[in-house]
Nanobody, 117 residues
Framework: QVQLVESGGGLVQPGGSLRLSCAASGFTFSTYDMSWYRQAPGKERELVAAISNTARSTNYADSMKGRFTISRSNARNTVYLQMNGLKPDDTAVYYC??????????WGQGTQVTVSS
């Protein structure tokens, strides 16, 4: 079955870095666009970054540009999110998403990122 398993979250001080990973299985990873979303308490889920299936195209939310980097390894069926310069406002549950067209749309269970001193 389809699985997206996020890892790498945790507690970090402001200005620190984290690298999230999302390991995919149960579908042809290289044919899916991948994204990271996040949801903070009391807020709607929002797009953080996206990467096309070939990794030729990436897209970032304005507030993440220059701080976050999305990448993928189709050989390892994994998508990554490198987060630098973390701020308390980055505190949220981060979710991995896999999408192909309108029909196929999968979510991971999320990983908590807390930025606090």
């Amino acid at each position: 079955q389809v699985q997206l398993v996020e890892s790498g979250g945790g507690l970090v001080q402001p200005g620190g870095s984290l690298r999230l990973s999302c390991a995919a299985s149960g579908f042809t990873f290289s044919t899916y666009d991948m994204s990271w979303y996040r949801q903070a308490p009391g807020k709607e889920r929002e797009l953080v970054a996206a990467i096309s299936n070939t990794a030729r195209s990436t897209n970032y939310a304005d507030s993440m540009k220059g701080r976050f980097t999305i990448s993928r390894s189709n050989a390892r069926n994994t998508v990554y999110l490198q987060m630098n310069g973390l701020k308390p406002d980055d505190t949220a549950v981060y979710y991995c998403n896999a999408r192909r067209g309108e029909r196929y749309n999968y979510w991971g269970q999320g990983t908590q990122v807390t930025v606090s001193s």
